[in-house]
T-cell receptor, first 110, second 114 residues
């Protein structure tokens, strides 16, 4: 089974600051998905990246898939308290299951 | 609501009892996945179906666990003789097999075994 290492595990920042979350693996994934999860709820999809080197923007969130499709990053600009939550990256093994990182708990203080 | 639904949302049971969870995927999604998530961890794959066929099972899925998708629509996950270590969030996800690999998750069933 392929493994995904996600860092940092926990991030506490002030409103307005920028941050980056990293997701790394030694294995290649056919695609990578980022989710956000609230306590007691299921993960909610933010984005899917498929092509090596791909960059996708979702308002203040920027997602990048590494050229070799082994790593990804999530950058948040001017974080807001509403961004608080658990961020999960998940790599898709060809055609099948998702392999998840352990998650990054983000806390944005006002 | 056209999302993935799960029932119940919460289940408290005593050790040794059997429990069954239900998942209704997004209509026309022929792939259905079950994951388990413990506190402080990302979800871990348990099993998945393409239509009614169960195509893969994780080693995490002991003999006490069984999953079905009899008509290729909803799915059930049963845990027999529950143990305290079974306490977790059980998540269901679905996707179309013919499109990108994005999986959409339900709200989960939180199981507590006393």
């Amino acid at each position: 089974t392929q493994l995904l290492e996600q860092s940092p595990q926990f991030l506490s920042i002030q409103e307005g600051e920028n941050l980056t979350v990293y997701c790394n693996s030694s294995s290649v994934f056919s695609s990578l998905q980022w989710y956000r999860q609230e306590p007691g709820e299921g993960p909610v999809l933010l984005v899917t990246v498929v092509t090596g080197g791909e960059v996708k923007k979702l308002k203040r969130l920027t997602f990048q898939f590494g050229d070799a499709r082994k790593d990804s990053s999530l950058h948040i600009t001017a974080a807001q308290p509403g961004d608080t939550g658990l961020y999960l990256c998940a790599g898709a093994e060809y055609g099948n299951k998702l392999v998840f990182g352990a998650g990054t708990i983000l806390r944005v203080k006002s | 609501d056209t999302g993935v639904s799960q029932d119940p949302r919460h289940k408290i049971t005593k050790r040794g009892q059997n429990v069954t969870f239900r998942c209704d995927p997004i209509s026309e999604h022929n792939r259905l996945y079950w994951y388990r998530q413990t506190l402080g961890q990302g979800p871990e794959f348990l099993t998945y179906f393409q239509n009614e066929a169960q195509l893969e099972k994780s080693r995490l899925l002991s003999d006490r666990f069984s999953a079905e998708r009899p008509k290729g629509s909803f799915s059930t996950l049963e845990i027999q003789r529950t143990e305290q270590g079974d306490s977790a969030m059980y998540l269901c996800a679905s996707r179309r097999s013919t499109t990108a690999e994005t999986q959409y998750f339900g709200p989960g069933t939180r199981l507590t075994v006393l």
